[in-house]
């Protein structure tokens, strides 16, 4: 199983590019962010790898980060989600767009990439609203792929919401909160969240 390439870049062919490492030219395919992320041809290059085998082939589907490659890994969980769907959002959606998308139930956003129509769309944002962090703890940790606790994260989105606040604006409160103290307990996060709805009102 392969976890990760490093070598030099051999050619992009459309979605796929040829890794050169120690001579071995490895066929990965990516999303379109990736490629634009990973530099040119004859340039070192470093990607995480998702091996997938099948009876009749062995597919390597590469990736600049690790925020980039957990995602795939969430979204191919959706029925109707194969790789290449998948790759598609990726490469049209950022992650942070794409967590957007999904806590304020917009699907229009995910109907841009290629392959993704109405009826996907809606079962994309239906299916992963319980399971995708509700947001990241600040922009550093972002960077990283290192979310929040799902169950912290869709306790106190979930708090706010039964107090009648709209998703988006909820989503917001809570990213702000956590952005101030990534370490609160849910009671001080539901708190802050509410502080920063009320800052949010007197600016209004």
């Not at 976890?3 to 120690?22: E, F, N, Q, T, Y």
């Not at 304020?104 to 129509?117: N, R």
Request: charge should be neutral; hydrophobic fraction near 50%; proline fraction near 4%.
């Amino acid at each position: 199983m392969i976890g990760k390439l490093s070598g030099r870049i051999d050619s992009i062919l459309g979605a796929h590019v040829i890794v050169d490492v120690g001579g071995v030219g490895y066929v990965v395919m990516c999303s379109a962010r990736t490629l634009r992320a990973i530099g040119a041809v004859g340039e070192a290059a470093s990607l995480r790898i998702e091996t997938h085998v099948r009876e009749d082939a062995i597919n390597l589907y590469g990736f600049a980060d690790t925020l980039e490659q957990d995602w795939f890994r969430l979204l191919t969980t959706v029925q109707g989600v194969g790789a290449r769907v998948a790759l598609a959002i990726l490469g049209t959606v950022s992650p942070e767009q794409l967590m957007q998308a999904i806590a304020t139930q917009d699907k229009t956003a995910l109907t841009q990439a290629d392959g993704v129509g109405p009826k996907l769309a809606l079962r994309l944002v239906t299916e992963l609203k319980d399971k995708t962090p509700a947001f990241m703890a600040s922009p550093a940790r972002l960077a990283s792929a290192a979310p929040l606790p799902p169950s912290l994260a869709g306790d106190a989105l979930s708090a706010l919401l039964n107090l009648g606040y709209r998703r988006a604006e909820a989503f917001a409160a809570v990213s702000a909160a956590a952005t101030r103290d990534p370490e609160a307990k849910l009671d001080a996060l539901i708190r802050a969240s509410l502080v920063e709805l009320s800052r949010k009102d007197s600016a209004a």
